[in-house]
């Protein structure tokens, strides 16, 4: 059967996975091992608050692959493709189902870990906007949710290696790559440098927004009394 080779995933959304699947692996690494190294783990996860915000903003002006109205999965579309009549390239409807969860539970990792503490000496860089009691409600919530994003991951690794040695479709190397071989297709367009610049300031004003920098220094703590000596 003839085949071409077509422009898949754009550079900015390979660079992108790969990014978060350090990010990710470092996140778990430094949550579960916790001590010296929950700074690392809220350091790491300020570069995944840009990193999602940056996807959110190539899913809707990057390359034709990247962008969610492409792969998103639709009832109509899973009920094709589970019938073996969807045609089309990127993520597949089922795939396309782990992505979105796997964002959706990273979201949620975020937004509880910016307020969370760890009842020693680390609070999230957004802890003072909500106190103490929803605090420890979101601390609760982000070690509960990290077990649910472990599940996604494996389901994802399991689903990869499921097409490449079943299905007999590498997906890792043209996340490497770029490009792939089809039947038929055209390339991805779209998604240049303004775009690009575009989603990088989004990300850029996301990260500092959730550091916390734009807040107030909170007030230093009264002077201690002086004791007057009895005699």
């Not at 039947?183 to 990300?203: N, R």
Request: contains cysteine; aromatic residues 10%.
């Amino acid at each position: 059967m003839n085949s071409k080779r077509i422009l898949l995933w754009d550079l900015p959304t390979r660079l992108f996975h790969w990014l978060l699947a350090l990010a990710v692996v470092a996140l778990v690494v430094t949550g579960k091992v916790g001590g010296n190294l929950i700074d690392w783990h809220g350091k790491v996860g300020l570069a995944v608050v840009g990193l999602i915000v940056f996807r959110v903003v190539w899913g809707l002006v990057g390359s034709t692959y990247a962008r969610f109205c492409q792969f998103f999965p639709t009832p109509a579309r899973i009920s094709a493709y589970l019938k073996g009549e969807w045609r089309g390239h990127g993520h597949n409807p089922l795939g396309a189902l782990s992505v979105f969860g796997l964002l959706a539970v990273l979201t949620v990792q975020l937004l509880t870990g910016l307020v969370a503490n760890d009842d020693i000496a680390f609070v999230g860089p957004l802890y003072e906007l909500v106190g103490r009691d929803l605090s420890n409600l979101a601390t609760g919530w982000h070690k509960l949710s990290v077990n649910m994003l472990i599940v996604l991951v494996i389901l994802h690794l399991a689903a990869i290696m499921f097409y490449a040695h079943v299905k007999k479709d590498n997906l890792v190397k043209p996340m490497v790559r770029g490009w792939k071989e089809v039947p038929s297709g055209e390339s991805a367009q779209g998604g240049g440098m303004l775009s690009l610049v575009l989603a990088i300031v989004f990300a850029l004003v996301a990260v500092y927004a959730a550091s916390g920098r734009w807040l107030p220094e909170p007030p230093p703590p009264p002077p201690a009394a002086v004791q007057t000596p009895a005699w």
